[in-house]
């Protein structure tokens, strides 16, 4: 089993809303990332936890707020966003934090901020 | 100089044709390398590994080209299925071990 579950995988929230992405994997993977893509650009990375602790943070505004409850569970907080912020969300997961090994990633959540 | 720098294409070829991409990358002390493919609205897969040693899987070689710091993918007998973009992906990259993207390859397979 390979699979990294993403939900919701499509949403559309206003400037004011909070909601939450979440994200599951069951393969004992101990590094998960979250990573945005913008159309016809490459994903982009944004957090990354290390055995459930948050190791990179590449200057994501505050208005995005990751959470890693246990070593099975990824979670984005999403508060007050822009509508540029309208892109696809990618969770990923690998085995090993020191990189030597394939990440793989959910399906997406599309999310539009209206 | 980008880290991961990859052609983007659009490679256009016909069904049944070969076609290759390179990627190359700037921090010699990269340790991992793999191909994703993604298609449109899709999430990127894994499509290969990438050995010192070279990899094969059916119709699709992956090499790595450690002293002129690429990797390169080689399709063979191109069907429409493989239009899609093809991601290189580096960890070790940078100094850190994250996985860091090519901004993708695009290949269209027509009839």
């Known amino acids: 089993d390979t699979e990294v579950t993403q939900t919701p995988k499509h949403l559309v929230m206003g400037m004011t809303n909070k909601k939450s992405l979440k994200c599951e994997q069951h393969?004992?993977?101990?590094?998960m990332y979250w990573y945005k893509q913008k159309a016809k650009k490459p994903p982009e990375l944004m957090f990354v936890?290390?055995?459930?602790?948050?190791?990179i943070n590449e200057s994501v505004p505050s208005r995005f707020s990751p959470e890693c409850p246990n070593s099975s569970l990824l979670n984005l907080h999403l508060h007050a966003l822009q509508p540029e912020d309208s892109a696809l969300y990618l969770c990923?997961?690998?085995?090993?934090?020191?990189?030597?090994?394939?990440?793989?990633f959910g399906q997406g959540t599309r999310l539009t901020v209206v | 100089r980008k880290e991961v720098e990859q052609d983007p294409g659009p490679f256009n070829v016909p069904e049944g044709a070969t076609v290759a991409f390179n990627c190359t990358y700037s921090n010699s002390a990269s340790q991992s390398f793999f191909w994703y493919r993604q298609d449109c609205r899709k999430e990127p897969k894994l499509l290969m590994s990438v050995y010192s040693s070279g990899n094969e899987d059916g119709r699709f070689t992956a090499q790595l080209n450690r002293a002129s710091q690429y990797i390169s993918l080689l399709i063979r007998d191109s069907k429409l299925s493989d239009s899609a973009t093809y991601l290189c992906?580096?960890?070790?990259?940078?100094?850190?071990?994250?996985?860091?993207f090519g901004r993708g390859t695009s290949l269209i397979v027509h009839p």
């Open positions: 992906v580096v960890l070790g990259s940078g100094g850190s071990y994250i996985p860091t």
């Open positions: 990923a997961s690998s085995q090993d934090p020191q990189g030597r090994t394939e990440a793989f």
């Open positions: 393969m004992g993977h101990r590094a």
């Open positions: 936890y290390s055995y459930e602790k948050l190791s």
